[in-house]
T-cell receptor, first 115, second 111 residues
Framework: DAGVTQSPTHLIKTRGQQVTLRCSPKSGHDTVSWYQQALGQGPQFIFQYYEEEERQRGNFPDRFSGHQFPNYSSELNVNALLLGDSALYLC??????????????FGQGTRLTVV | QKEVEQDPGPLSVPEGAIVSLNCTYSNSAFQYFMWYRQYSRKGPELLMYTYSSGNKEDGRFTAQVDKSSKYISLFIRDSQPSDSATYLCAMRSDSWGKLQFGAGTQVVVTP
């Protein structure tokens, strides 16, 4: 089992551009959450997807949007990139039927640098 | 005021010492309390979790939750250089809810 996989690993974008990050959940998991982790900070919740719908959203602007596909994989889109969007973006997956923390796993993250 | 407060460190200890980490929080609705370990350039890895109050022990790790004081702790006994990492506390109020993380404490265990 490959666990949670994220792509790409790193990318560099120019201010004002748009970016799409991808996440494949662990096999058997149907819930995907996205977090933003700025350097030296803890992860901040962006949103969570379940059954292809956004179930919860954190305090992020509408420039941040997402999607979940029927195979449970997910995308995070960020429009009009700002320098402050530079961060490690983490995807976490879990089986929707349980809230047990040991069932949730994080991916390795995508390091986004905005220049 | 942040919902979860955690001293960012760094915390430097000699090998074999006890590492003591803690977080305070303000949201009394939190029911699940987790500790994650994060190595540089990696995703967080769950170490331990506690539901509601109490203590939990797993090998060299002990987690404590005091809901009356809104204070949680993680102790690492017989620390090893491989324990050098950032330790994140995280909390949530229900089975579905978002995780609220602390800022993370960087721990360095010197041989």
């Amino acid at each position: 089992d490959a666990g949670v996989t994220q792509s790409p690993t790193h990318l560099i974008k120019t201010r004002g551009q748009q970016v799409t990050l991808r996440c494949s959940p662990k096999s058997g998991h149907d819930t995907v959450s996205w977090y933003q982790q700025a350097l030296g900070q803890g992860p901040q919740f962006i949103f969570q997807y379940y059954e292809e719908e956004e179930r919860q959203r954190g305090n992020f602007p509408d420039r941040f949007s997402g999607h979940q596909f029927p195979n449970y994989s997910s995308e995070l889109n960020v429009n009009a990139l700002l320098l402050g969007d530079s961060a490690l973006y983490l995807c976490a997956s879990s089986p929707g039927w349980t809230g047990i923390p040991t069932e949730a796993f994080f991916g390795q993250g995508t390091r986004l640098t905005v220049v | 005021q942040k919902e979860v407060e955690q001293d960012p460190g760094p915390l430097s200890v000699p090998e074999g010492a006890i590492v003591s980490l803690n977080c305070t929080y303000s949201n009394s609705a939190f029911q699940y309390f987790m500790w994650y370990r994060q190595y540089s350039r990696k995703g967080p890895e769950l170490l331990m979790y506690t539901y509601s109050s109490g203590n939990k022990e797993d090998g060299r790790f002990t987690a404590q939750v005091d809901k009356s004081s809104k204070y949680i702790s993680l102790f690492i006994r017989d620390s090893q250089p491989s324990d050098s990492a950032t330790y994140l506390c995280a909390m949530r109020s229900d089975s579905w809810g978002k995780l609220q993380f602390g800022a993370g404490t960087q721990v360095v265990v010197t041989p």
